[in-house]
């Protein structure tokens, strides 16, 4: 009898119905200047198809509303996505879109919370929109080389395409003739969200923002810094790249440190499939 009761056991969990685990969802923010594209371009993606996890499609912007680009991926499986904002629009028109981008992904996937990854600028606008508009179903933050402190960079921009003052149409000859028409235009257009970037100060994006009281969901910071052959990061300082130094998430970022410049980098996504 003894014999019959286990015999009858094993079969019980021979034939149960395997339950499929929930997905889980990243969310890839791209920074200034660049586009959904870069993730791929780095060989971040490469690196997170190879530790399981499945890239799902890229959702961007038009004048009607969103547009998707899906990619079939089964359910119950490790699926990443990218966004392509307007980066050179100011950061809370930017977040508006990844709120937009982020909803629809949520809908898509009711029952997994998501993970936000911003690289440079991206990592910004993810937390404005965490701020503005709350966190829904995401329940981390990770940003990659962020200007969460600014960067001096964006003052520097900003002064090369102030043509005010008396002077201004010869400083405006003279900076054309030094970076290019084509850089310059761009400077100009896109002076809205280097703003947002310069250093915290009474009336910016970023003292505003890092007052606010920030969501309790988790934060990791991937800070740049230098090595013995490389000089670490030139366009963000480390100090600015810590959520730590956030007045509002003071001491509730984990910290990673990562050897190698500002743009992303295959490193990047080995140490993401490590943190996901």
Do not use: C
């Amino acid at each position: 009898m003894h014999i019959v009761r286990i015999l009858f056991i094993s079969l019980f969990f021979v034939f149960l119905p395997l339950h499929k685990a929930n997905a889980e969802i990243a969310v890839l923010v791209h920074g200034y200047l660049s586009d959904a594209g870069a993730w791929e371009r780095s060989g971040v993606n490469a690196m997170l198809r190879q530790s399981g996890w499945r890239y799902a499609g890229s959702l961007g912007f038009s004048p009607t509303g969103l547009i998707e680009f899906p990619v079939t991926a089964e359910q119950g499986e490790k699926l990443f996505y990218t966004v392509n904002l307007p980066s050179l629009a100011p950061a809370p028109a930017q977040a508006s879109w990844l709120k937009a981008a982020v909803d629809l992904i949520s809908q898509k996937n009711p029952e997994e919370n998501i993970t936000l990854v911003g690289h440079s600028a991206g990592g910004v606008v993810a937390r404005l929109m965490l701020v503005q508009y709350g966190p829904g179903k995401v329940n981390r933050l990770i940003t990659i080389a962020a200007p969460h402190l600014g960067t001096d960079k964006a003052i520097r921009a900003l002064d090369a395409v102030d043509d005010s003052g008396m002077f201004g149409i010869v400083k405006e000859w003279f900076v054309r003739e030094e970076i290019g028409d084509g850089l310059y235009k761009t400077l100009k257009v896109s002076r809205g969200i280097l703003f947002n970037l310069v250093p915290p100060a009474p009336g910016t994006l970023l003292f505003w923002l890092n007052a606010q009281p920030h969501p309790d969901i988790e934060y990791v910071s991937v800070v740049r810094s230098g090595g013995y052959v490389l000089a670490g990061d030139l366009v963000v300082p480390p100090f600015s790249q810590d959520m730590n130094m956030i007045p509002a998430l003071r001491g509730k970022s984990k910290l990673w440190i990562s050897y190698q410049g500002h743009e992303l980098s295959p490193m990047d996504g080995k140490l993401l499939a490590d943190l996901l």
